[in-house]
T-cell receptor
Framework: DAKTTQPPSMDCAEGRAANLPCNHS???????VYWYRQIHSQGPQYIIHGLKNNETNEMASLIITEDRKSSTLILPHATLRDTAVYYC?????????????FGGGTRLMVKP | ETGVTQTPRHLVMGMTNKKSLKCEQH?????MYWYKQSAKKPLELMFVYNFKEQTENNSVPSRFSPECPNSSHLFLHLHTLQPEDSALYLCASSQEGGRGYNSPLHFGNGTRLTVT
């Protein structure tokens, strides 16, 4: 799986949008971009994933650049409960996709 | 509730003990995983099972022994561990689908293991 690069930490004001960037310049054509988050002492929680189109669900939006070398996770109205470590992961298909590799992630601190 | 249940939540064991971690998934998935998360380190993939067969062993020491009796249950048997094996052990499951598409992994909340 391709390597990803994320800033180690970010702050966001409560109620504002949190935009978390991720670089994945070596992504290949059939690899998906996944986002997870981990709140302290819990297992990682799936947020969203996409291949090349922008995606939105009840938790977040995922914007993938046209060349697919980077993406941004958007939490539209951050709350204190969104404070967590956010992981951007590139994942292959089929059995190769089972080797899901986590990096250091971005520690998002939402402040009142 | 994530659909993946791990027991126990906390475990303290001595280096000469033998213990087992249990994971059960209620999602109908066909793949299960063990991850290790040490303090201030990224998650490390340990083992992967597809359709009850082990497909990945990420150079894990033999003192960790996985068992997958069916597609809903996964165990991690522990013996003669070292203090540096203290970590959060996470189980996950997913559906490996046709035409290469895999569903997202769903994680349990882990077992916090302390080796004394």
């Amino acid at each position: 799986d391709a390597k990803t690069t994320q800033p180690p930490s970010m702050d966001c004001a409560e109620g504002r949008a949190a935009n978390l960037p991720c670089n994945h310049s070596t992504i290949s054509g059939n690899e998906y971009v996944y986002w997870y988050r981990q709140i302290h002492s819990q297992g990682p929680q799936y947020i969203i994933h996409g291949l090349k189109n922008n995606e939105t669900n009840e938790m977040a939006s995922l914007i993938i650049t046209e060349d697919r070398k980077s993406s941004t996770l958007i939490l539209p109205h951050a709350t204190l409960r969104d404070t967590a470590v956010y992981y951007c992961i590139v994942r292959g298909q089929g059995r190769a996709g089972n080797m899901l590799t986590f990096g250091g992630g971005t520690r998002l601190m939402v402040k009142p | 509730e994530t659909g993946v249940t791990q027991t126990p939540r906390h475990l303290v064991m001595g280096m000469t003990n033998k213990k087992s971690l249990k994971c059960e998934q209620h999602l109908g998935h066909n793949a299960m995983y063990w991850y290790k998360q040490s303090a201030k380190k990224p998650l490390e993939l340990m083992f992967v099972y597809n359709f009850k067969e082990q497909t990945e062993n990420n150079s894990v020491p033999s003192r960790f022994s996985p068992e997958c009796p069916n597609s809903s249950h996964l165990f991690l048997h522990l013996h003669t561990l070292q203090p540096e094996d203290s970590a959060l052990y996470l189980c996950a499951s997913s559906q490996e689908g046709g035409r290469g598409y895999n569903s997202p992994l769903h994680f349990g909340n882990g077992t916090r293991l302390t080796v004394t």
